[in-house]
C-alpha cells in the first residue's frame, strides 16, 4: 500500500507569511494525525482526525493554526501568521485503528520561519 | 495528561556493544508502549511495540522491557551495528501515544 505522503518536504517562510501543509494518510485509514517535533524535543501531539471530524485538538498551540480533513481523506495545516517559535517538522500519521497501534508516519515537512 | 521522560538524548557506542535506551512514563492507565527508528532524513518506523500485559519482548537484535509497576520500559539493541545509527523515540499510549525527546544513537565501526 502507499504510505502516508506530505509535501511540502521542506518550507523557508518569512515571520508573518502563511504557508499550508498537506497530508495524504493511507488509503482507509479514518484516523489521520498531526505532530510537530522542535529540535530536540519530543514528537508533540497536535491533533487528530476521524475522518472529517476532529476528535482532539487539545495540542494545537494557538489559533494561528488551522487544521482541515474536507472529505476525511486529505488534510491541511494552516499557519498564518507564522512566527519563528512555529519552526520545527510537522509530521503527520495515519492509522486504522485509535489507541496508537498501526500508526504510520510520514516523512514531515520541516518548516523554518525566518 | 501523559508525561514521557527519555534518556540518554545522545548514545555513543562501538560496533559490536548494546545500546540501551530508557523511558519513563507518569500515567499509569497507558497500556501500549511502542519504539520508533528514525533515520536521518526519512520517516520515523515502528519497531518493536509492547502491550501492558507483557513484560518483555524481543525481536533478533532489539527487545524491550517492561515494568509497570515502576513505570518504566526500555529499548535494548545487542551487537550494534552502523546501520542502527539513528533516533529512537518511546511512546506510551491509551488512546494518542505520547513521545519522549528522542535518542541519538551513533554506532561507530
Known amino acids: 500500500e502507499a504510505g502516508v505522503t506530505q509535501f511540502p518536504s521542506h518550507s523557508v517562510i518569512e515571520k508573518g507569511q502563511t504557508v499550508t501543509l498537506r497530508c495524504d494518510p493511507i488509503?482507509?485509514?479514518?484516523?489521520l494525525y498531526w505532530y510537530r517535533r522542535v529540535m530536540g524535543k519530543e514528537i508533540k501531539f497536535l491533533l487528530h482526525f476521524v475522518k472529517e471530524s476532529k476528535q482532539d485538538e487539545s495540542g494545537m498551540p494557538n489559533n494561528r493554526f488551522l487544521a482541515e480533513r474536507t472529505g476525511g481523506t486529505y488534510s491541511t495545516l494552516k499557519v498564518q501568521p507564522a512566527e519563528l517559535e512555529d519552526s520545527g517538522v510537522y509530521f503527520c500519521?495515519?492509522?486504522?485503528?485509535?489507541?496508537?497501534?498501526?500508526?504510520?508516519f510520514g516523512s514531515g515537512t520541516r518548516l523554518t520561519v525566518v | 495528561g501523559e508525561n514521557v521522560e527519555q534518556h540518554p538524548s545522545t548514545l555513543s557506542v562501538q560496533e559490536g556493544d548494546s545500546a540501551v535506551i530508557k523511558c519513563t512514563y507518569s500515567d499509569s492507565a497507558s497500556n501500549y508502549f511502542p519504539w520508533y527508528k528514525q533515520e536521518l532524513g526519512k520517516r520515523p518506523q515502528l519497531i518493536i511495540d509492547?502491550?501492558?500485559?507483557?513484560g518483555e519482548k524481543k525481536d533478533q537484535r532489539i527487545a524491550v522491557t517492561l515494568n509497570k509497576t515502576a513505570k518504566h520500559f526500555s529499548l535494548h539493541i545487542t551487537e550494534t551495528q552502523p546501520e542502527d545509527s539513528a533516533v529512537y523515540f518511546c511512546a506510551a499510549s491509551l488512546y494518542i501515544p505520547t513521545f519522549g525527546r528522542g535518542t541519538s544513537l551513533i554506532v561507530h565501526p
Open positions: 500519521a495515519s492509522s486504522r485503528m485509535t489507541g496508537g497501534y498501526g500508526y504510520t
Open positions: 509492547i502491550r501492558s500485559n507483557v
Open positions: 488509503s482507509g485509514h479514518d484516523n
